[in-house]
């Protein structure tokens, strides 16, 4: 009996587990991640220019990656005031990525050009680099390892001074899988995922690859998919998705932002009800993903419609985007 009520628990809280959910008693059905929605403690400023692609704090201090070619840098930011302290460009060729502070190190990836690049923390001088197949979508360092998603529905656990692969998990969602991971953050021995192009964060258990939580960011359900969160008088046609988790381990809040968003939120997680978990639909009765209302602006509409791959592309068969990558 005892064995029994830990794995229906294992179940409801999504542990990773199955649990039996009693609709036709015909076996365990799969563990449903516990939804939750946010809470704004407080909104902050954002630098508009800055096409968020991660995002670190660490002693109150805010370390920000963006991206798109010719514009990438690595960025320190003062948090209350949204100044940038120290700003360090990228080479033009190169499309910066997620971040993770690694002791003294940042290190930086890039999407296509396989290239890591480590920067010390204080001088904002590279220091080093390291070199890997495929796309560079997020990162984070969850003290022992390096964590790093490519746009699929796998995690890959680096080594922190070598970069090299030490295993991998596939990330599903009541039991399926869950592709599009874009940035990460590492809180204790959880992974929390932008899910590209949506409102979501998932909440991930690495061990596993289990989604325990399903975060719904969409406070403001009028708006456009991946910019519910954000006021949408705030918006224009360059503002782009959802992307930017941050953790404050003095508060136990998050600091969530999008790519050209002019706010950023401090945030807590919070349990929403249920029967309104489920994510809203992307794509139409055909497959085809849903278009933009057409007076929100082409060039944002196209960076929509516009999808990646789910998995890293090849030379031949790679989408190019129309305003910027992931």
């Known amino acids: ?21 009693g609709r ?24 508009r220019d800055a096409f968020t692609q991660g995002l670190v704090l660490h002693d109150g201090t805010l370390y920000e990656g963006t991206g798109l070619y010719g514009a990438s840098t690595l960025r320190r930011v003062t948090l ?3 100044m940038v302290e120290r700003r360090a460009q990228l080479p033009p060729e190169l499309f910066g990525e997620g971040i993770a502070l690694v002791r003294d190190r940042i290190v930086q990836l890039t999407w296509r050009e396989g290239i890591a690049l480590v920067w010390d923390a204080e ?37 922190p001074d070598s970069f090299e692969i030490t295993g991998r998990v596939r990330v599903r969602r009541a039991g399926r899988p869950l592709a599009h991971l874009n940035e990460l953050e590492c809180v204790d021995d959880l992974v929390y995922a932008n899910v590209w192009q949506t409102d979501h964060i998932a ?27 954000l006021p949408p008088e705030l918006a224009d ?13 003095r508060s136990g809040r998050f600091l ?27 794509r139409s009765p055909g497959g085809r993903p849903r278009r933009l ?12 419609v516009a999808r990646k791959p789910s998995r890293p592309a090849s030379a031949s068969t790679r989408i190019e985007p129309v305003c910027g990558g992931p």
């Open 1 to 21: 009996m005892l064995a029994a009520l830990v794995v229906a628990a294992a179940g409801v809280f999504g542990l990773g587990g199955r649990a039996d959910d």
């Open 24 to 47: 036709d008693g015909s076996g365990p059905a799969i563990a449903v991640p516990e939804p939750l929605t946010v809470r704004v403690v407080r909104r902050l400023p954002h630098a």
């Open 80 to 82: 209350e005031t949204g």
């Open 123 to 159: 001088r904002f001088e590279r220091v080093g680099e390291h070199r890997y197949r495929g796309e560079g979508w997020g990162l984070c360092f969850d003290g022992r390892r390096l964590v790093m998603s490519d746009g699929s529905d796998t995690l890959v656990f680096r080594d």
């Open 203 to 229: 909440r991930i258990d690495p061990r596993t690859g289990a989604v325990t939580g399903w975060i719904d960011t969409a406070l403001h359900p009028r708006a456009p998919e991946g910019l519910r969160l």
């Open 237 to 249: 046609d360059d503002t782009d998705v959802l992307n930017g988790i941050a953790y404050d381990a």
């Open 256 to 282: 969530l932002t999008g790519k050209r968003w002019p706010e950023l939120y401090e945030v807590q997680f919070v349990p929403r009800s249920r029967e309104r978990s489920e994510p809203r639909s992307r």
């Open 293 to 304: 209302p057409r007076d929100f602006g082409p060039r944002r509409a196209s960076c929509i």
